[in-house]
């Protein structure tokens, strides 16, 4: 399909409808996926191929001309594509809150999420003479209690106030630039959303309406003048390891990663226990991604086994919505985006606190190994 039966208006309208449906697109996406023929010879150029055919100079134009050298009036559509595609660029570029998720998907039309859910803390010890079950015989019958909660969708965004007059004269390349700056901000507000989560449980509901209790697991430390250490670590890792819950990424405050960081078990591989065989040799794995995350709380380190932690279910992918951008005078872009984040198993993830004795404050009754009498 040829440009010039593209519409501008039914192109930006096809993105909307997409990102409604939970997708996280730009324009450039769109048009290299579906409309490579525009440019036949480099698809991914099929973006700045289709702003030609309206007049458009993207290296060029500064921010006026879309409202006042063309007499397209769907030209300023066009500009808001550009608006949305800077702002996903900047989150694409520098997304590491992606690589926490052990499963992305979307639910455009839900009000609510239904995930089903374990609880494993009634389970019965096996019994060693009983691991295989004669023909004709019956399992013993366990307490295992399954269910299935619901959790709602929440809208992340900001409010932009960039009126026309402040960038007429900006390039809009220049102005892309600045709006990927712009997406860390937002960036930094969805992460903090994650770690909530991680903390204090993603406040699903169960069929009658009780929030299902899903806090993560505080356990002290050796020795408390000691803070956290790798020998903390390691008893948390092996706990998880042990529950099928293999440890993989570890957050915590500037401070508490500073220290953790300068350990000689993370800073001198040849020193200690390495971590790369221990995950390639063994069924004990130790985190080796690390965040910063000031809500961890000052001299704590939460560990988390990434495939079954957290899923993200994206209702609306992000969206910009400008006022008076038709009349050429841009006062406010709101940018925004709806989904929900739910845990897998609660004891995908635990928190080591530097100020509490381990003898006091162990493992919690359903972290404990049933393991066969």
């Known amino acids: 399909m040829a440009f010039e039966q593209l519409k501008i208006q039914d192109l930006v309208s096809r993105m909307n409808t997409l990102r409604e449906q939970g997708e996280q697109v730009t324009l450039r996406q769109y048009l290299a996926k579906h409309h490579a023929d525009i440019n036949r010879a480099e698809p991914d150029r099929a973006f700045e191929t289709y702003l030609r055919g309206h007049g458009v100079d993207y290296d060029n134009w500064i921010v006026s001309q879309f409202f006042t050298v063309s007499t397209d009036t769907k030209l300023p559509y066009l500009f808001s594509e550009l608006l949305v595609q800077a702002l996903i660029k900047g989150m694409d570029d520098f997304n590491y809150v992606e690589n926490l998720f052990a499963v992305k998907t979307t639910a455009p039309n839900a009000a609510a999420v239904i995930q089903p859910y374990i609880d494993y803390t009634g389970m ?134 500073l220290d953790i960081l300068n350990l000689d078990e993370y800073k001198k591989r040849e020193q200690g226990a390495p971590q790369e065989s221990l995950r390639l040799n063994g069924n004990i794995t130790t985190p080796n991604n690390a965040y910063v995350a000031d809500d961890v709380g000052t001299g704590k380190l939460l560990l988390l086994s990434k495939a079954f932690c957290l899923v993200r279910i994206m209702q609306q992918g992000l969206m910009v919505e400008t006022q008076k951008i038709i009349t050429k005078q841009i006062e406010t872009a709101v940018v925004s985006v709806i989904l929900s984040i739910m845990t897998l198993f609660r004891d995908s993830r635990i928190i080591i606190d530097g100020s509490q004795e381990f003898s006091s404050q162990g493992f919690p009754a359903w972290m404990a190994i049933n393991k066969p009498k």
């Open 124 to 257: 019965k010890k096996m019994v060693k003479s009983d691991k295989a079950v004669s023909p004709g015989s019956e399992f013993d019958k366990d307490s295992l209690a399954v269910g299935d909660k619901r959790a709602y969708f929440k809208k992340f965004g900001k409010a932009l106030d960039i009126t026309y007059e402040s960038i007429k004269l900006c390039k809009i390349k220049l102005l892309s630039a600045f709006l990927k700056g712009t997406a860390m901000v937002i960036l930094a507000d969805y992460f903090d959303y994650i770690v909530d989560v991680l903390i204090n449980g993603d406040k699903a509901q169960d069929k009658d309406g009780n929030t299902i209790t899903d806090t993560a697991a505080v356990i002290g430390v050796e020795n408390t003048s000691n803070g956290v250490t790798f020998r903390d670590i390691l008893r948390a890792a092996i706990r998880m390891s042990r529950k099928g819950r293999p440890t993989t990424d570890m957050l915590g405050d500037e401070a508490e990663m």
